[in-house]
């Protein structure tokens, strides 16, 4: 018997092997969650069939989460081979490239941040009305979602996608509020850097790399099967007391200020 044994987990944001949807996606399957998937485009799709046939599922529907239609879409199919969903993972974060490259003030644009806000924070409350739309949310049900610690201290070139993320944490503590009377839960992951197709966006993210390392406490990165284990327990019937919060997978580098200084 698994961790998630008997439960049924909706992952959007599988977009290679190095994502970290993907690492919580075989922590799931390990632990013996029954798995289900979004892709975001037909770009995607085959990729993401491949990944769920190794989980043992055919259950793929696509989704751009900046569609309502789409979401509420996703949904309406599941609702046809599942009665309900016991997780949501939301791991989906974007901002335009060119707004993750130089100074704050002078690359941010009004679309940009409003992109970056509606992709990254908004898509993960849709998903949740959606759902309870559909009467697939019931008692016990746990959302999950991804953030980084740039929602709370500037770190170079993450710009905009700090603010956005900022907003998703913001989102976990109402939406936790607002569903717990249902015995929802919502909680989110706040993980170190990891070299994902998403961060390759941001510029100089191998000098993170280097930096959270050698600044962290256990002095080295994480990797995407260790926010997958984070992420069972916090979907699990182990945390059931546990919604609101913010749990760090960083190699404890969120606690560090200046950190050792080199004699």
Known sequence: MGLLSGKRALIIGVASKHSIAHGIAEVFHK????????YQNEKLQSRVEKFAAGWDSTL???CDVASDEQIDEVFRSLGKHWDNVDIIVHAVGYAPANELD?????????????????????SFVALAKAARQHN??????SLLTLTYLGAEKVLQNYNVMGLAKASLEANVRY????LGR???????????????????????FRRMLAENARRAPLRRN????????AASFLASDMASGVTGEIMYVDGGFNITGMGELED
């Open 222 to 229: 994480v990797t995407t099967e260790e926010v997958g284990n």
């Open 136 to 141: 697939m949310l019931k008692e016990n049900a």
């Open 182 to 204: 249902d015995g929802i839960r919502v909680n989110g992951i706040s993980a170190g850097p990891i070299k994902t197709l998403a961060a390759s966006g941001i510029k100089s």
């Open 60 to 62: 793929t529907f696509p």
């Open 102 to 122: 130089g100074n704050y003030v002078d690359v941010t644009t009004r679309e940009g941040f409003a992109i970056a806000h509606d992709i990254s924070s908004y």
């Open 31 to 38: 632990q013996g969650a029954e798995l289900a998937f979004t």
């Open 175 to 178: 939406m936790a509020a607002a």
